[in-house]
């Protein structure tokens, strides 16, 4: 299955490419364009030193620390509006954030993704969230259910991005998944905020096969299939705005194969060869630019891919800080590829260009793990544009040994972020958005 001879897509035909066309005395602009718009890669050698240490190790929730912001509700992953340059928006004094939510009742939490609507909550301190209540009416909304997730507004309108995931029309539930949009008008009072959605449901972009796997590419091989969790990003460099998302890499999944720069270094691919079942795994960082308007976006290839390292680069996302580009993304331990082991955590990449070459932050990627005693307390984790990261309580082990699904905002943690190294170096006791 390794084949050193296979040709690369990769930095170094590119490179060659450039080369060859630099020689012939003509830069070609389709060229230029594919320099520019390279894709990272996170390869086996750079995961294979994912460990946990102090500085990535967030401290363990204590029960005490567990506050249900809705106590019918299943809470999952989260996001905060922000204003259209990323900085976390104040409408007349009001935060807002948007989770994913379902009823408890008679739901357990593995059947709360099947049955996902997005709920809005405000909040005047950035700590004690308040429930708004369902942030547009699903019988509206596109998809058997809506998965994450960004809230940009502008101008007095919010613009919520979403996962439009299986369809209405669907008997069964199946896992195509678009990315949608709504826009909302947002009004407040002394008593608190209300949006309401004006029904404009959109479907902006699908896997089209070629930069991104389709559901039918994917032929059910992988673990999970994914082309979701849409994040609007205005890049302060150049002015221009972007969706981010998680996809998988192109191609039909019985041909995909593990090529030499998905291993790493030319020693590293000398001295080690991947489980058969490597092949499979393919999560991609996926990227489109505005058109437009906010209803048109073109894909791009992705700025990151995993293949034959991991199958998931969920809900990824910016900071920005300086010169340097900050892209974030969270991931299991189940689906990193056979031969890696590596926990349930964020993960992060800079690179100072937005298209890369993106590095992994610490060497490995690993930002935030969970402790070694209580490895599923938290998922989701967002970094905000202070260092500030937000998550939710998942499934945490209690002082009686039990483990319980937490379902609710977990204490926030704070990040610092030095070129390409990051540490923890504190934990709120409230779930709060600076
Ligand atoms: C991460 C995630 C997202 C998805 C949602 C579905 O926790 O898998 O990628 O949108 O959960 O519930």
């Not at 509006?81 to 008679?106: H, M, P, Q, W």
């Not at 004006?198 to 032929?219: K, M, P, R, V």
């Not at 691919?269 to 990227?287: F, M, S």
């Not at 990824?316 to 189940?334: A, C, D, E, R, S």
Request: charged share 25%.
């Amino acid at each position: 299955m390794k084949n050193f001879l296979s040709i690369l897509k990769r930095k170094a035909v590119v490179t060659t490419a450039l080369a060859t066309t630099l020689v012939a005395g003509s830069l070609s602009t389709q060229v230029q364009a594919e320099v520019d718009e390279d894709t990272s890669v996170w390869s086996w050698e750079q995961a294979d030193k994912i460990e946990r240490t102090d500085e990535n190790t967030a401290p363990q929730i204590s029960e005490e620390e567990i506050k249900d912001i809705a106590p019918d509700l299943h809470v999952w992953d989260t996001w905060p509006l922000r204003n259209r340059d990323g900085s976390v928006a104040r409408v007349n004094g009001y935060k807002v954030i948007f989770s994913l939510t379902a009823k408890k009742e008679g739901v357990t939490p593995s059947e709360r993704h099947g049955i996902a609507k997005i709920r809005y909550f405000y909040s005047k301190d950035g700590k004690s969230w308040e429930m708004g209540g369902l942030a547009y009416d699903p019988e509206q909304a596109l998809g058997s259910r809506q998965w994450a997730g960004s809230a940009m507004i502008d101008d007095g309108k919010v613009n919520l991005f979403y996962t439009a995931t299986g369809r209405k029309s669907n008997e069964t539930k199946t896992y195509e998944q678009r990315l949608a949009k709504v826009s909302a008008d947002i009004e407040t009072n002394k008593d608190g905020v209300e949006l309401t959605s004006n029904g404009d449901h959109e479907i902006l972009l699908e896997a089209d096969g070629e930069h991104y796997q389709t559901l039918e590419q994917s032929e059910g091989k992988g673990v999970i299939y994914s082309f979701r969790d849409p994040w609007f990003f205005q890049d302060p460099k150049s002015g221009e705005e972007y969706l981010v998302f998680e996809g998988n890499s192109a191609g039909t999944a019985s041909e995909q194969t593990c090529q030499p720069a998905n291993y790493g270094s030319e020693s590293f691919q000398q001295t080690h060869d991947a489980p058969e079942d490597a092949k499979l795994y393919n999560g991609a960082v996926g990227i489109a630019k505005k058109g437009e308007d906010l209803s048109d976006w073109n894909l791009q290839k992705p700025i990151l891919e995993a293949d034959c390292v991991n199958q998931q680069l969920e809900r990824p996302h910016f900071m920005v800080k300086g010169n340097q580009y900050y892209l974030f993304t969270i991931t299991h331990k189940f689906t990193f590829a056979p031969q890696i082991t590596a926990p349930d955590g964020l993960y992060g990449f800079t690179s100072d260009s937005l298209h890369g070459d993106y590095k992994p932050l610490n060497d490995s990627g690993l930002v935030i793990a969970n402790p070694e005693n209580d490895p599923l307390q938290a998922y989701s984790w967002v970094v905000l544009p202070h260092g500030e990261v937000s998550s939710f309580v998942n499934k945490y082990n209690t002082e009686d040994g039990e483990q319980k699904f937490g379902g609710t905002l977990a204490p926030t943690l704070k990040l610092s972020v030095h070129k390409d190294e990051t540490k923890i170096v504190n934990e709120s006791k409230f779930p709060k958005i600076k």
